[in-house]
């Protein structure tokens, strides 16, 4: 190894200087709810938005637009925190029983566990006693949250919580529902579709955005995709509103 590529023989304080990147243990669990957060947003605007051109295709008047704006507000609010929180209860119990197994193998088979677990560090680029000194002191600290972070991925004092989801999916939801529903509602007669639809449109280009820097993804491959999807629906469910509208009328 050439004197340029040698590694550090200690960390450089000085390089650490302006690394934000953030390491604390409720990070997963901070994405698990705005996860869910964004995805209801972007549900309650897209759904919302098709049911309420769907119904302004088919009817002038205000009333219906608001009854079936509301309903569907109240309805995918609650579809939403009881599909996160049934969800994300599911994941939860499966980390728990994880856990538990690896709480048993530790205590009935701590010699293979720490081999499993050395074995896991030498097939990340340790040496073989590098890897062993590693699991050893890791496992001496904290054995259980060692074994269950570097063989299941989990962090036992961080689970995922179903109920943040549940709160976050209903509330961004509603908020987003809400878009749509004013903007339909507010202008005259001829303006209240193409007014919705820019709006809409809009407000799908931020959670694209959103759900892409979270994701870490291209942001606008994220924003094309969701707004495309959005004007699909809101075609769709006006071209039904308008046949609908007029074989009944």
Do not use: C
């Not at 964004?38 to 088919?58: F, K, M, P, Y």
């Not at 088979?109 to 062993?132: F, N, V």
Request: overall charge negative.
């Amino acid at each position: 190894m050439t004197p340029d590529h040698q590694a550090p023989d200690r960390v450089d304080a000085a390089a650490l200087e302006g690394h934000d990147e953030a390491h604390d243990r409720s990070f997963s669990s901070r994405l698990n709810w705005l996860r869910a957060g964004v995805l209801g947003a972007n549900d309650g605007i897209v759904s919302t938005a098709g049911l309420v051109i769907g119904v302004a295709a088919a009817t002038a008047e205000r009333g219906p637009v608001l009854t079936a704006g509301l309903a569907g507000l109240a309805a995918g609010a609650m579809s939403m925190a009881v599909g996160e929180y049934v969800s994300v209860s599911t994941q939860r119990d499966s980390e728990k029983a994880l856990i538990a197994k690896e709480i048993r193998e530790l205590r009935e088979e701590p010699e293979a566990e720490l081999a499993e677990l050395a074995a896991i560090y030498e097939g990340k680029g340790l040496s073989p006693a590098l890897a062993e000194q590693v699991a050893v002191e890791l496992t001496a600290h904290d054995a259980l949250g060692a074994h269950a972070e570097a063989e299941l991925g989990i962090d036992p004092e961080d689970l995922t919580n179903p109920w943040h989801a549940a709160w976050a999916s209903m509330i961004a939801f509603t908020v987003g529902a809400l878009l749509p529903l004013v903007a339909i509602l507010l202008p005259p007669t001829e303006w209240r579709v193409p007014v919705t639809v820019l709006a809409v449109v809009l407000a799908l280009a931020g959670t694209g955005l959103v759900s892409a820097r979270l994701g870490d993804a291209d942001a606008q491959r994220a924003t094309v995709r969701v707004v495309v999807g959005g004007l699909l629906a809101m075609a769709l469910t006006y071209a039904i509103g308008s046949l609908v509208g007029t074989q009944v009328g």
